[in-house]
């Protein structure tokens, strides 16, 4: 399902209103919530909203738990940290136990072995069939989503529920769930604007199929209503 909004603010209000309504609903449901955030600058003013009383009210937030879906990996402190933007902007002002935050970072290890102790982590959580209630991805205007970096071997890794690799072009390592756990997820939010989106948007949506370009092609939108892609019409444009 895409979504198309001519208003950032009416974007942002929708993701905003789907991640409550997917926590109220699993907790009724399970007694709890999981989810994977996301990085960049996409998600911000969504998490901000969250923070607001209007939102944060909404949700008991002593049953969520919290994970990312990809990270640089760079300490917490460092300004390139999806972990840090989101403390700074959501989990700063909610009262999510400390305990049920996951971020995708450690001292002192290796990120091939952080990327093992990550899944380990998450089988202890999400049980073997690996179901996150919802996943938010945002989309990079070369047609990236998580860290499947278009002809990184990463995207065509469907054993590992996590990975970590080093991606030559930005000098660093990534850690990132994988193809197979993300399309498990029993609700995905991509949310993506601006037009440096839309010849990606475009590729993904209506043009042939090629994930080793456009990895974003990879999220699995075969079942109805399980995958809400919330665009705005500068990234639509195309079409």
């Known amino acids: 399902m895409l979504k198309t909004y ?38 911000v003013e969504t998490y901000r909203l969250l923070a607001t009383p209007e939102y944060r009210d909404q949700v008991q937030w002593e049953h969520v738990y919290i994970f990312w879906g990809d990270e640089r990996w760079v300490p917490m402190d460092d300004d390139r940290s999806n972990a840090r933007m989101a403390f700074e902007t959501l989990l700063n002002h909610i009262p999510v136990p400390k305990a ?16 093992e102790q990550y899944e380990q982590t998450l089988r202890q959580h999400l049980g073997k069939e690996g179901h996150f209630d919802l996943i938010l991805l945002g989309m990079g205007a070369d047609g990236h989503t998580a860290s499947w970096f278009p002809h990184t071997a990463v995207i065509n890794e469907r054993e590992k529920w996590v990975a970590a690799y080093y991606l030559q072009a930005q000098n660093m390592y990534r850690i990132t769930l994988t193809v197979p756990l993300v399309n498990q997820a029993r609700q995905i939010v991509v949310i993506a604007y601006g037009a440096n989106k839309a010849d990606a948007l475009f590729e993904v949506w209506k043009g042939e199929r090629n994930p080793e370009e456009y990895p974003a092609q990879l999220v699995d939108t075969a079942i109805e209503g399980r995958v809400t892609w919330l665009v705005d019409a500068d990234a639509a444009a195309n079409l």
Not at 18 to 30: E, P
Not at 100 to 115: G, I, K, L, R, Y
């Open 6 to 43: 001519t208003d950032l603010q009416e974007l942002y209000t929708a993701a905003a209103a789907l991640f409550v309504q997917a926590a109220k609903s699993a907790i009724s449901q399970n007694g709890r919530f999981t989810v994977a955030l996301t990085g960049g600058s996409s998600p």
């Open 100 to 115: 049920q935050v996951f971020p995708m970072w450690a001292p002192d290890v290796t990120p091939e072995a952080f990327a």
